[in-house]
């Protein structure tokens, strides 16, 4: 299974990365000189999930926000503009509370210890986040075994899920409960491939049974529910705690929010603040979160519908093919024709159009992104580019 390595991004695409917004005052000496000669509209980026401001068009849009209404600063997480984000993804996920958290990593940590309780056993797909990519703090941290299923695979069904369970019960002598189960969708390294709903409701009603609390690392949420059609309320009703990301696409520069039943949620604040995580001010954070999340739903799914008529289009050209991965999301594969020169159609695309994608590789493919920066310019502009770069 092919995936995005991020840490070897900007390697692979050529280039310094850019601001993504204007004023391109983000960059300074030499960046700026070389720079200098890039097309001045604002850049369409075919990675990522969604803005990574740089820190000069940050606080420009804190302060755009902070004019229509004043950022309240909070103290420790309590109050201010803290607070009033935790109020709106109450709202947005139908979940009693939500806390701010510092981390992804710590949210889901958190909330799995707390569901699992004394319980030693967690279920978690071996490709997630929680057990490939947080160090394995769920068993040196928090005493939790995690047991890993549907090896290189986005998801494990609630057949598997049974099948394991039942077998324990014949294959350990000494047998532990069993705390949670933890659900990553949509799954990065999975190429951001969906859980289909119909085994998400098929793994909750098997948990219900066996009365095993279930968490879902949402992360990249919002981007499940643009390209599913299915709310973030509903994904949320079928778990116990919900995280989602504040960075990843709503321009904050870190943060997370994690939302659930009060009797969870009340126990974080002394959690956070033992395992170090409670900072005095959070409040940049929280403000800019809460400033994007206005539209957002609705400009992650004006995305989807632009993207899907971009590579219709570029499909009818013969110079391209960009096709949707099987139950993917916002990740999709481009094959350039045979006749042209990849690294010539990236670099044309960046210099002549300030359109960034990922370099092709030897076979002439790359996997790219739609995220909201494909709304900052019209359709035909779009088309024209891609059009009329690597031809020379």
């Not at 001010?281 to 609705?298: D, I, P, Q, S, V």
């Amino acid at each position: 299974m092919s995936s995005i390595n991020r840490r070897n991004f900007l390697r692979s695409s050529g280039g310094i990365a850019i601001p993504a917004v204007l004023p391109l005052s983000g960059l300074l000496g030499n960046d700026r000189q070389q720079q200098s000669d890039l097309p001045t509209h604002p850049q369409v980026k075919f990675f990522g999930d969604g803005e990574m401001y740089e820190p000069s068009d940050y606080i420009r849009i804190l302060a755009e926000a902070d004019k229509t209404v004043a950022i309240a600063k909070d103290r420790y997480g309590v109050g201010g503009v803290v607070e009033a984000l935790e109020k709106k993804f109450t709202v947005l996920t139908g979940k009693e509370k939500a806390i701010f958290m510092p981390s992804g990593t710590l949210a889901n940590q958190l909330a799995i210890a707390v569901l699992s309780g004394n319980k030693s056993k967690v279920f978690v797909q071996e490709t997630s986040h929680v057990f490939r990519d947080e160090a394995d703090a769920g068993q040196s941290v928090f005493q939790k075994r995690l047991i890993p299923l549907a090896k290189e695979e986005p998801f494990f069904t609630a057949a598997q899920l049974q099948k394991t369970i039942d077998d324990m019960g014949n294959a350990e002598a000494f047998l532990t409960g069993f705390g949670a189960v933890s659900i990553e969708n949509p799954v990065r390294r999975a190429d951001g491939r969906m859980v289909p709903i119909h085994e998400i409701k098929q793994i909750r009603k098997y948990c219900l049974e066996k009365k095993i609390p279930m968490h879902l690392d949402g992360a990249r949420l919002y981007i499940a529910s643009a390209w599913s059609g299915i709310s973030i309320q509903e994904y949320s009703q079928y778990f116990d705690t919900v995280y989602i990301s504040l960075y990843k696409y709503l321009g904050a520069s870190a943060g997370a929010m994690l939302c659930g039943d009060a009797a969870v949620i009340d126990q974080m604040s002394h959690l956070i603040k033992i395992h170090g995580g409670s900072m005095y001010g959070n409040w940049t954070n929280a403000a800019m979160a809460l400033h994007r999340m206005e539209g957002a739903e609705k400009r992650f799914a004006d995305a989807k519908k632009l993207g899907e008529e971009l590579f219709n289009a570029l499909n009818k050209t013969g110079r391209f093919s960009i096709q949707p991965l099987d139950n993917g999301t916002n990740i999709y594969r481009l094959t350039v024709a045979k006749n042209i020169d990849g690294k010539n159609l990236q670099i044309q695309l960046n210099q002549q159009f300030n359109i960034r994608i990922p370099r092709p590789d030897n076979n002439n493919e790359a996997l790219i992104s739609v995220n909201e920066t494909i709304l900052y310019q019209p359709l035909d502009y779009l088309i024209n580019s891609f059009s009329k770069a690597g031809l020379g």
